[in-house]
């Protein structure tokens, strides 16, 4: 079963618009870290935010701001008045506290078009 | 944070050939990761790369096709062996912060097989 999805494959938005990019997760451990990576065309794995599984208060940072909820198992992510380089592919991840692994979603492509 | 180097950042190579992807942390940890990342996919877990005993590869990956090295604390090699263009992928390795509280990521392999 899939720990992570994110069920939006491609997203296009005009540039200055919004977006949000969803995530929801599954897991059965009570102590858990849920991230926001970014990709951009170069390849390398930008972190974005961690949030740990007591922590459900929102976050913003700038124009990027996330909502935890665990009620509805999900972390999802919006950029306010989205800008070209926001183009990229976003991708959930999940960590549980037993295990070591990383367990990604499938990735958000996202084109912000000037 | 880590910080992880990995080269070579991207190669071309013929079929049949093999390819050895090198990965340098900046500090010492117990395990490293590789994964891989197809075209347009999520990343995918290949093996854990632990020091002073082999590699633990997950299903659908295997050793002969996969070695990997890992002779010290801060460093691992991934091979890819006798490749076909179905091995074009993004190779990553990374590190985790302890309690699994962050991946750290190398700048990632781009590999195209002709």
């Known amino acids: 079963a899939q720990k992570v999805t994110q069920a939006q494959t491609e997203i296009s938005v005009v540039e200055k618009e919004d977006v949000t990019l969803d995530c929801v997760y599954e897991t059965r451990d009570t102590t858990y870290y849920l991230f926001w990576y970014k990709q951009p065309p170069s390849g390398e794995l930008v972190f974005l935010i961690r949030?740990?599984?007591?922590?459900?208060q929102n976050e913003i940072s700038g124009r990027y701001s996330w909502n935890f909820q665990k009620s509805t198992s999900s972390f999802n992510f919006t950029i306010t008045a989205s800008q070209v380089v926001d183009s990229a592919v976003y991708f959930c991840?999940?960590?549980?506290?037993?295990?070591?692994?990383?367990?990604f979603g499938t990735g958000t492509s996202l084109t912000v078009i000037p | 944070s880590a910080v992880i180097s990995q080269k070579p950042s991207r190669d071309i190579c013929q079929r049949g050939t093999s390819l050895t992807i090198q990965c340098q942390v900046d500090s010492q940890v117990t395990m490293m990761f590789w994964y891989r990342q197809q075209p347009g996919q999520s990343l995918t877990l290949i093996a854990t790369a632990n020091q002073g005993s082999e590699a633990t590869y997950e299903s659908g990956f295997v050793i002969d096709k996969f070695p990997i090295s890992r002779p010290n604390l801060t460093f691992s090699t991934l091979t890819v062996s006798n490749m076909s263009p179905e091995d074009s992928s993004i190779y990553l390795c990374?590190?985790?912060?302890?309690?699994?509280?962050?991946?750290?990521f190398g700048q990632g392999t781009r590999l195209t097989v002709v």
């Open positions: 949030r740990n599984s007591f922590d459900e």
């Open positions: 990374s590190v985790l912060r302890p309690m699994n509280t962050e991946a750290f």
């Open positions: 991840a999940l960590s549980e506290n037993t295990g070591n692994q990383f367990y």
